[in-house]
């Protein structure tokens, strides 16, 4: 039978953090990694960076058997110079990156002193290659450094990338997508750190490029928390119900915690916590302990070793009073002081020993240890593993006791030392963390993720030792343990409560950080909480949110919907909406259709459309509504929508062209871009109705504006075979179909049109041909002979020109008459008005139809009488006033009284012209 995964985590096959892969390497490369070694100098001038600060690190007293392998995000190997190169500005505003930490050979002199008079130093072994080649990626790194932002633009590629991955995924488990969210801000995180380690010092421009670095490695690590707990919670739902065994009485401590951790979702989430900070922890802090080298190997304490062996040998001048002993406890019981080197090693030590047990590295702490000639000091790390005995339950085998017996003893002692002020503080916090001490734990925590830790870490421990003391019989007396540990009452709520009223200020900034609150939220599983935060900070500064933690919000409300998780829906729907704003300003042109697509349907019509009218390259637009129908969005309602939305921007009024002294008005940007939008609809052949009703509304303004040539335009964009394609899409729904009165009647205004354009593009190259008679040429009285020769020719020339002239006049005349009769005279009913009256009610169309029949047929009835009355049509002019007049096509209707007053006058002028011709005043020859 295979083993549970209690068993491999307890015998340290498969602890996901401590006993990774990296870590079982250690031995190995300390072997090859003797010599030289370089020390840690800070460059002049530069801010204080702490290497403590960037590992910050944490052990887990039960960490390598409360979590299961499948709970646990597998973490990322950092190299060294991510570490030393790392950047950590602050939450609220970012200041100007650190300087890194310099790499400088130690001075030949002190390298070869002995180790009893030599000062020992931590020295750091870098792998050439942990460093980065500066060969690597050259020329992306050269372009990036030469931009104004280049934190930005690096990490632009984000956008595209997280949509690839969210496609990617679609048909995939939903935490396969978030570990891909996390790598790809990974990945990202690692360009940044390349860039800030290979930028000049001081350079204001990468304050921004630190700002985005720091926000992008809270996006990974908030990605990396949400795939641990939402599993580990998906799989609680999915076994709410299930019957868990109940511990025998003679259960072990192993046992019973194994149980407690399968039942109870509380403690197994909030370890879920402990490992999370854990695993940042050790993404900054890397594999920096496997650097680690203290010169003493087999000896600590060897200055004041030294010193008492010379004092022994009779020696003087040592007149400081040391320890007389060197057990582990002497400088504690003697209370007498180490040598100087000895007590700053020691110090140090200390950090980096809890450093690595902040980061969950309890064997690694180990190792150090006994690296170090502190053993004993490995074993009081060893104390915390509970106690098993696989043979209580018999057994043809018999099989190993694991763990410490005497474990409450041992925690009894790490809590009183943890007490002992004379201990290093550093060090009392390294056994607070294994007994459990909030208090003394928190005093070496000074950032929001270190005192998470700490909360979450003693909750845990305080849990399963109540667990242990409840349900266990004891071997012998337990050991007392302070009340305010044994009886702590712990909740999530408690934790957070507890963190807001810190006195630690930094903490009190940190609170506040935007990741931070959305981590808190996501720990106590409040959704609504979380959608209350976001939405006030859409209300408070929806400009000034960092794009990609618009970015984050919008792909952590996707994977709200994807696992069927109720959320706010206003809040979710402002948060999308916000996020295509960003991407529309951004020109991420590939990336706007989807996210659009996961609004409701009429929103989505409005926010694309919005988008499309700012697209004004014919590529550009095929390309925006071929990716809107990737994405199932209606794209017929939103070309509709986009042609809409431009027509309806002039806010003039359908005002009299006459008004305006020209014959024609010049077309403005405004009117450019009417004109251009119809090329929305003409993409698809099944929108042609749609195209014609469209242009039509576009040219009626035009025609009222006296914008003959910008309808011209809008015409002639117009696909020829719209109205043979429409006629088509009748077809196909059989002969009994009837076709929409909207479209019939769509059709019919653009044959008006069409005949009106066609008429006033006619008479203008009338008008044209009329002002261009060719002028006959005159010749003085005293020419000579060969001036009245040339003349001869000019005239006859003159002669042929005028008939040519004469006869295109004619022509023009004729035609000119039968396209403006084709207006007056429109068929079915007259021009622009509708043969189907069954059409839905349009009472802004009905009132501009009307309009335009007002202001344009007196206008071409005005014009016909001067094409008439130029070319001495004078009797037809007259015949006009007939057609006017006629109940048939009720023209006069459309006249106001000033125009029939008017047009009275010219057909006056026009009597009195066949009065001088000797007819009547109607043309007809006078009777005797």
């Known amino acids: 039978m295979s083993k549970s995964w209690l068993e491999r985590q307890i015998s340290g096959e498969l602890s996901p953090v401590v006993r990774n892969v990296e870590v079982s390497k250690t031995s190995l490369r300390r072997s090859s990694s003797k010599g030289k070694a370089g020390t840690l100098k800070r460059s002049k001038g530069a801010s204080s960076i702490h290497l403590l600060s960037a590992t910050r690190a944490a052990a887990v007293m039960f960490h390598e058997f409360y979590t299961p392998q499948t709970r646990v995000c597998p973490l990322k190997q950092t190299d060294v110079s991510a570490i030393l190169g790392s950047i950590r500005p602050s939450l609220l505003a970012p200041s ?88 790809d801000c990974k990945e990202q995180v690692d360009l940044l750190q390349k860039i800030v380690n290979r930028a000049t010092p001081g350079q204001q421009k990468f304050s921004k490029t630190a700002s985005v670095l720091w926000f992008l490695q809270q996006e990974m690590v908030t990605w990396r928390l949400i795939g641990s707990l939402y599993r580990d919670r998906i799989e609680s739902a999915v076994e709410e119900g299930m019957m868990f065994e109940v511990a025998a009485p003679n259960a072990t401590e192993k046992t019973i915690v194994d149980m407690l951790f399968q039942r109870d979702s509380l403690i197994r989430q909030s370890q879920i916590v402990v490992d999370w900070l854990e695993s940042i922890a050790k993404d900054e802090a890397g594999n920096f302990a496997e650097n680690i080298e203290f010169y003493a190997k087999s000896v600590y304490w060897e200055n004041t070793l030294h010193v008492l062996k010379q004092r022994r040998s009779g020696i003087s001048g040592f007149s400081r009073q040391l ?50 000639g502190q053993a004993w000091r490995a ?26 017996p005497n474990r409450g003893v041992w925690k009894a002692c790490c809590w009183r030392m943890a007490e002992d002020e004379q201990f290093n503080r550093y060090e009392r916090a390294i056994y607070a963390a294994l007994s459990g001490n909030l208090k003394q734990l928190l005093s070496v925590c000074d950032t929001w993720e270190d005192c998470v830790w700490a909360y979450f870490r003693v909750m845990v421990d305080s849990l399963v030792e109540q667990e242990i003391r409840a349900l266990s019989i004891p071997v012998r007396e337990l050991e007392e343990l302070p009340k305010e540990y044994t009886e702590a009452n712990w909740t999530l709520e408690a934790i957070f409560e507890e963190m807001q009223a810190t006195e630690k200020k930094h903490v009190l900034e940190e609170n506040k950080a935007h990741y931070h609150i959305i981590q808190k939220f996501i720990i106590l599983g409040d959704i609504d909480g979380l959608m209350d935060e976001f939405q006030d900070w859409l209300a408070k500064c929806r400009s000034l949110l960092p794009a990609h933690l618009l970015r984050f919000m919008t792909h ?139 242009s039509n509304a576009i040219m009626r303004k035009f025609l009222a504006s006296k914008k003959h040539e910008a309808a011209k335009e809008v015409f002639s964009k117009i696909p020829q075979d719209s109205i043979a394609e429409v006629h088509a899409s009748w077809r196909n729904y059989g002969m009994n179909f009837m076709p929409p009165a909207e479209e019939e009647n769509a059709i019919r205004e653009h044959l008006c049109i069409r005949a009106y354009l066609e008429a006033h593009e006619l008479f203008n190259k009338w008008f044209t041909c009329m002002q261009s008679t060719p002028q006959e040429p005159t010749i003085s009285a005293g020419a000579s002979f060969t001036e009245t020769v040339a003349h001869e020719h000019k005239q006859r020339k003159f002669q042929d020109d005028y008939e040519r002239w004469n006869d295109n006049l004619e022509s023009l005349t004729s035609e000119v008459k039968e396209k403006i009769f084709n207006v007056l005279l429109f068929v079915n009913g007259g021009w622009l008005v509708d043969i189907r009256e069954d059409a839905e009610e349009d009472a802004e169309r009905s009132r501009q139809l009307n309009l335009l029949r007002q202001l344009c047929l007196p206008m071409m009835c005005f014009v016909l009488h001067t094409v008439l009355h130029s070319t001495k049509q004078y009797q037809q002019c007259l015949k006009l006033a007939d057609i006017i007049a006629s109940e048939q096509h009720k023209l006069y209707q459309v006249f106001s009284k000033e125009e029939i007053t008017k047009f009275l006058r010219l057909l006056r002028e026009s009597s009195i012209m066949l009065l001088d011709q000797n007819l009547d005043p109607l043309g007809y020859e006078l009777q005797p």
């Open 323 to 372: 320890v007389t002993e060197l057990d582990p406890d002497a400088p504690i019981r003697q209370k007498m002081p180490l040598a100087d080197l000895d007590r700053e090693d020691d110090a140090r030590f200390m950090k980096y020993l809890f450093a690595l047990i902040r980061a969950g590295m309890t064997d690694e702490a180990q190792r150090l240890c006994k690296r170090c």
């Open 96 to 183: 100007v990156p650190e300087l890194p930490l310099q790499y400088i050979e130690e001075d030949a002199d002190e390298a070869d002193a002995p180790d009893s008079t030599r000062r020992h130093r931590i020295s750091l072994k870098i792998p050439v290659d942990s460093l980065g080649s500066f060969s690597e990626d050259v020329t992306l790194s050269a372009v990036l450094l030469r931009e104004d932002d280049p934190g930005l633009t690096a990490s632009a590629s984000l956008f595209p990338k997280f949509l690839d991955s969210f496609q990617a995924h679609s048909s995939s488990a939903i935490f396969d997508l978030i570990e891909a969210y996390e790598a």
């Open 379 to 404: 074993a009081t790390l060893e104390g915390w593993k509970l106690y098993h005995d696989p043979n209580l339950n018999g057994g043809a085998v018999l099989e190993p006791v694991e763990g410490n």
């Open 556 to 694: 952590l409300v996707l994977f709200l919907w994807n696992l069927g998780l109720q959320a706010k829906e206003d809040v979710c729907m402002d948060i999308l909406k916000t996020y295509i704003e960003l991407l529309m300003k951004a020109k991420h042109t590939n990336l706007i259709a989807f996210y659009v697509s996961h609004l409701p349907p009429e929103l989505a019509v409005t926010q694309y459309s919005a988008f499309l009218e700012t697209v004004t390259e014919t590529e550009q637009r095929k390309l925006c509504l071929d990716l809107a129908r990737e994405a199932d969005l209606d794209v017929a309602a939103v070309t509709k929508c986009v042609v809409e939305n431009i027509r309806k921007k002039d806010a003039e009024e359908f005002t009299h062209h006459d008004l305006s002294p020209s014959l024609d008005t010049a077309t403005t940007k405004e009117d450019r871009m009417k004109i251009n939008v119809i090329e929305w609809l003409v993409f698809d052949p099944t929108q042609r109705a749609e195209t014609l009703k469209q």
